[in-house]
């Protein structure tokens, strides 16, 4: 089970730091999704920590990470940009997926309730 938290509201050029809580040793990675758009990948992380992978559009501006004695992974957000307003979800697999699937939705077995990111002035 995944619970995400950490959304809000906040100006460009702000900062937010998201949450998810997931039990057992999982492959997560956070996705989102805008208005009318199909959801995309943001950024995932392995159990070990020894595979990281960001998508391009966030690269150098977000940084996901893993407190394994609190299960949960964290993307710290920073330099927000209005295009990086959408509904933010956490989602695990209990292995590492092929290279070629981390970035793809259907690869994901668990899912947690999505998070409000607004950046907007």
């Known amino acids: 089970q995944l619970q995400a938290s950490g959304g809000g509201m906040v100006q460009p050029g702000g900062s937010l730091r998201l949450s998810c809580t997931a039990s057992?040793?999982?492959?997560t990675s956070w996705f989102r999704q805008a208005p009318g758009k199909e959801r995309e990948f943001v950024a995932s992380?392995?159990?070990?920590?020894?595979?990281?992978y960001y998508a391009d559009s966030v690269k150098g501006r977000f940084t996901i990470s893993r407190d394994s004695a609190k299960n949960t992974v964290y993307l710290q957000m920073n330099s927000l940009e209005p295009e990086d307003t959408a509904v933010y979800f956490c989602?695990?697999?209990?292995?590492?997926?092929?290279?070629?699937?981390?970035?793809?939705?259907?690869?994901?077995?668990?899912w947690g309730q999505g998070t409000q990111v607004t950046v907007s002035s």
């Open positions: 992380i392995s159990w070990s920590n020894n595979y990281i």
């Open positions: 057992g040793r999982t492959f």
């Open positions: 989602a695990a697999r209990s292995s590492r997926p092929i290279t070629s699937a981390t970035r793809d939705p259907s690869s994901y077995y668990y």
